[in-house]
Each structure stands twice: as C-alpha cells, then as structure tokens.
C-alpha cells in the first residue's frame, strides 16, 4: 500500500456515542487541507457499539478499527495505533470532541516546516480551557505539567493532542509508557529538540465519562520516574535515595520521641535507628532500585544494614577528620558534621548501587543513560 500524509490515530473504550461526530470532522478538515490520510480507531474491546459505529462510518470515511482483546490502556492503544498505521504523520486525539479535530492541518502544517513535535497546547497565548473547569482539575494539571519541567520545557506536555513524524517515531528505542501521557514518553524518548505548541481551546467531552481515576495519577508518578531515569541515570537514583533518606530521619526523629517514654535512652535511641532504617530500605527496595525487590529480602536487608553502618562510619570519619586536621573547620563542628553527612550519604548510595540492589542481567539498550524497568 502507498503511504499516506496523515494517520489520525484515536484510542477509544466506550467512546460509540461520540465516534460518529469526531470522525466527519477529522475527515472534513483533512480533506479541505487536501491531504490523504485515515483515521485509525484502537479501542479496548468497548462492551458498547463502537465495532457497528465504525463499520458504518467506513462505509463513508477511511476508517480502520483495531480491537484489542489482551492489552488495555490508552498509552499502548495509541502505541499499536502507530505501528500499524501508514501515513508519514502520525497524529494523536482523544474520542471525546476535547480536541478540536480543525486543528489537525495546522499541527501536520507546523510538524511539516521543520519541527520534530507539535503539541495542541492549552497553556500557549490563544490556547484556553472550557468553562466549568473547577480549582481542582486546573490545579491537578499544573502540579502535573511542574512535575514533568526538568524533562521538557513544553507549556502543556499532559496534552493528549499532537502530531509526530513516523521517522522520528520509528527511531525511538525502549518506548515503555504506564498511564495516559504518551505525549510526554515520545517526547523525552524521541529525543525531540524541536518541540512547538498550536494553540487549542480544550472543550468538555460531548458524551461519556471520563477515564482519569486516582489509580492513573499513580501510574502518572511512576511514569516520571521511569522518565528521569532514563533522561538522568544516576543522578535520579541519587536524588530519590536522598528524598528517601529525609523521610527517614523524619520517621528517625519521631520514634526516638515516642520511645523516649517507654525505653532507657540508649534503647530508644536504637530501637529509632533501626525502624529508620527499616523504613529507608523498603522504599528503597520499592521506589529507588525497584528493578532489585525481587530478589530475596534478608539478604538484602542485611547488606542494607551494613551498608548504612559504614555510611555512618565513613559520616563520624568525615567529620572528625575535618575538624581536626583543617583549620576552616576547627570553629565549624556543624560543617563539618554537614561535610560528613554527604560524605557517608553518597557512600552508602554508592554502596546500595553497586551491591545492595545491583543488577543481575544488562539493562535494556539505550542511548546515553540506560533505562529501568520499573516492574509492577
């Protein structure tokens, strides 16, 4: 088959009501650009009557249905979309009538003069949001679009609207999207340096309720860390394991004070450090090397032990070793003992990286940093 200019790829789960007014105007814009193209829907096996709906419409329009039966979820139905669509522009859009199919040409247009991504963005000046958006839904998107800054500096990377070139789709390694902000994972994954933002004006969904639940916000965290470590390598375990130990010495400090009323000092002192201790290596288990909490637990925990007593260690050498051998020091105790904290902080993530929850098999391929599966 000869290729297209345009695939418009749509995911769907029950999305019958509203398939029959997006597909018209995607074809009606497409077609006034003149542009050939076709519309690829990926839905999830919907219990409703978007298998009839889309064979009516392709009776009318280029429409394809591609059902999936053993995977869900909107990431990897816009994923399948992709790789078994034809046209040279791969364009992404809800079901819902939230993104304003007239907006196609111009994201194909503007992806067409140079760019490597074109995003339908809110944010952008002439951009806007429908009426009846409450505190919290806007609120939930910014804190979401800040959370993903250090990975692009897009206005609006959450968007679900957007338009890439099959060849810059094709060259990206190790696409693993969790969630619903593929946007988000082919830009940081394609390595896209020529981002640019059509503004939109975001409606309400026509029909239908939305798909956004507490348990996508969770995969959307887990989908940043998979990011930055991928973007950043270490340096994001390091920053997790740093973020981990400071919810230690909070977890440190309030048992200390809650045992102080039961136990002898020194044993509450101890018994503190321990439950601290405890507390750091089940997230870090969990969070920072999740690659590793598959592996045998008392073993593991052992090493983890161990390794914080020489992190202390290397902590009270650090220190004292300072004061008394510099005299920039000798009138700082509390640098040096900050001076010692990193010292035996980075030692001890060090130590964690390389023994504690080392790796067993490579790590997929990839350019530059390599990637953690984060295993669910």
């Not at 304003?100 to 991504?117: C, H, I, M, Q, S």
């Not at 439950?275 to 969990?286: I, K």
Request: proline share 6%; aromatic share 10%.
């Amino acid at each position: 088959m000869n290729p297209l200019d345009v695939s418009v790829i749509v995911p769907t789960y029950r999305e019958a009501e509203n398939l029959p007014v997006l597909v018209p105007r995607i074809a009606t814009a497409l077609q006034e650009a003149q542009l050939t193209f076709e519309i690829v829907i990926v839905d999830d096996n919907s219990p409703d009557a978007t298998p009839r709906v889309c064979a009516d419409l392709a009776a009318r329009f280029p429409v394809r249905l591609e059902t999936r039966t053993t995977e869900r979820g909107l990431s990897s139905a816009v994923m399948h979309g992709m790789n078994v669509a034809r046209g040279d522009v791969l364009v992404c859009m809800d079901a819902d009538l939230s993104h304003p199919p007239e907006k196609v040409p111009e994201l194909v247009r503007t992806l067409n003069e140079g760019a490597d991504f074109v995003l339908g963005s809110r944010y952008v000046k002439g951009g806007a949001t429908a009426e009846g958006w409450g505190l919290f839904r806007w609120l939930n998107s910014k804190v979401a679009t800040l959370m993903a800054w250090p990975l692009t500096a897009t206005s609006d990377p959450m968007a679900g609207f957007f338009a890439i070139g099959r060849d810059t789709f094709e060259a990206a390694r190790n696409l693993d999207p969790i969630g619903y902000k593929i946007a988000l994972e082919l830009l940081v994954k394609c390595r896209c340096r020529d981002v640019r933002e059509v503004p939109i004006h975001f409606e309400n969904r026509l029909h239908g309720a939305s798909k956004l639940s507490f348990q996508e916000q969770v995969n959307y965290l887990r989908h940043l860390k998979r990011l930055y470590e991928f973007k950043f390598g270490a340096l994001a375990r390091l920053a997790q394991f740093l973020l981990i130990g400071g919810t230690g010495m909070v977890v440190d400090l309030a048992f200390y004070v809650l045992l102080l009323g039961w136990l002898p000092l020194g044993l509450a002192r101890a018994a503190a450090i321990w439950v601290a201790m405890t507390w750091n290596y089940w997230l870090n288990r969990r969070i920072t090397f999740s690659f590793a909490r598959r592996r045998a637990v008392l073993p593991q925990y052992a090493m983890f032990c161990l390794s914080c007593g020489l992190g202390a260690a290397v902590n009270w050498s650090v220190s004292l070793a300072l004061s008394s051998l510099l005299t920039v020091f000798g009138g700082r105790p509390l640098l040096a003992a900050v001076v010692g904290i990193i010292a035996g902080s980075l030692f001890n993530f060090i130590l964690c990286n390389t023994a504690v929850f080392h790796r067993t098999k490579p790590a997929p391929e990839s350019v530059g940093e390599p990637v953690l599966v984060d295993n669910p």
